[in-house]
C-alpha cells in the first residue's frame, strides 16, 4: 500500500521564521511529487517535482526532492501570517494520475 | 490555469435523501476525475476514479452503492451521496489532471455536505 507521511503534524512560528516542513514517502511506480496550500477551501497547487536535486523555488517559497531517500522538503523563509494553512505532500503513481496524500502540517504563523 | 469547478458548495440535508455533487472541468476536457473526501483536521482521502465512458474505480471500503459517480461527459462528473447519513458528513473535493499523462492535478473548490 503506498504511503505518504508528513512531518510536523503542526507547527507554530512567529512572523519572520524559516520553516522546513517534511514529506517522505513510500510508493510503487512513482512519478511525481507535489505540495499544495490549503486554508479554508480545496488544495491551491504549489510544486510538482519529478527530478532529484533541483530546487524549486516560488517567491518565498521553495522545494526540493530526494528520490534515493524518499523524501521531501518545502521550505518557507521570512514567514507571513498569509502562510497559515494546511500544507499537503501528495505523490503521483502509476498510469491513472491518481494522488495519495500524506497527513498534511498544518502551520500557524503568529505575530 | 486550468479552472475546476463544483457545484452545490454547500448542502444542508436531512438523513434518508440522496445528494447530488457536480464537478466540471471549464476550460479542459478531463477523461478522468478523481473524488475524495476530507473530515474535519484530516488529510484527502481518494474515494473513487471516475472515468468518461466507463464504470467509476472504487478505492478499497468505498461503497459503490452509496456513493454514486457518473461521468457524463469530458467536462462533467457527479457524485451522488444516496440515502445521506450525518456520518457521511465531510468536505468532498474533485481534482481533474489537464491530460492523462499530466501530473498536475486541479481542484475544485469543494462541496461541504452537512447531512442532519
Known amino acids: 500500500e503506498d504511503k505518504v507521511v508528513q512531518s510536523p503534524l503542526s507547527l507554530v512560528v512567529h512572523e519572520g521564521d524559516t520553516v522546513t516542513l517534511n514529506c517522505s514517502y513510500e510508493v510503487t511506480n512513482f512519478r511525481s511529487l507535489l505540495w499544495y496550500k490549503q486554508e479554508k477551501k480545496a488544495p491551491t497547487f504549489l510544486f510538482m517535482l519529478?527530478?532529484?536535486?533541483i530546487e524549486k523555488k516560488s517567491g518565498r517559497l521553495s522545494s526540493i526532492l530526494d528520490k534515493k531517500e524518499l523524501f521531501s522538503i518545502l521550505n518557507i523563509t521570512a514567514t507571513q501570517t498569509g502562510d497559515s494553512a494546511v500544507y499537503l505532500c501528495a505523490v503521483h503513481t502509476g498510469t491513472a494520475s491518481k494522488l495519495t496524500f500524506g497527513t498534511g502540517t498544518r502551520l500557524q504563523v503568529t505575530l | 490555469g486550468a479552472v475546476v469547478s463544483q457545484h452545490p458548495s454547500r448542502v444542508i440535508c436531512k438523513s434518508g435523501t440522496s445528494v447530488k455533487i457536480e464537478c466540471r472541468s471549464l476550460?479542459?476536457?478531463?477523461?478522468?476525475m478523481f473524488w475524495y473526501r476530507q473530515f474535519p483536521k484530516k488529510s484527502l482521502m481518494l474515494m473513487a476514479t471516475s472515468n468518461e465512458g466507463s464504470k467509476a474505480t472504487y478505492e478499497q471500503g468505498v461503497e459503490k452503492d452509496k456513493f454514486l459517480i457518473n461521468h457524463a461527459s469530458l467536462t462533467l462528473s457527479t457524485l451522488t451521496v444516496t440515502s445521506a447519513h450525518p456520518e457521511d458528513s465531510s468536505f468532498y473535493i474533485c481534482?481533474?489532471?489537464?491530460?492523462?499523462?499530466?501530473?498536475?492535478?486541479?481542484f475544485g473548490p469543494g462541496t461541504r455536505l452537512t447531512v442532519l
Open positions: 476550460d479542459f476536457q478531463a477523461t478522468t
Open positions: 519529478t527530478s532529484s536535486g
Open positions: 481534482s481533474a489532471p489537464r491530460t492523462r499523462n499530466n501530473n498536475e492535478q486541479f
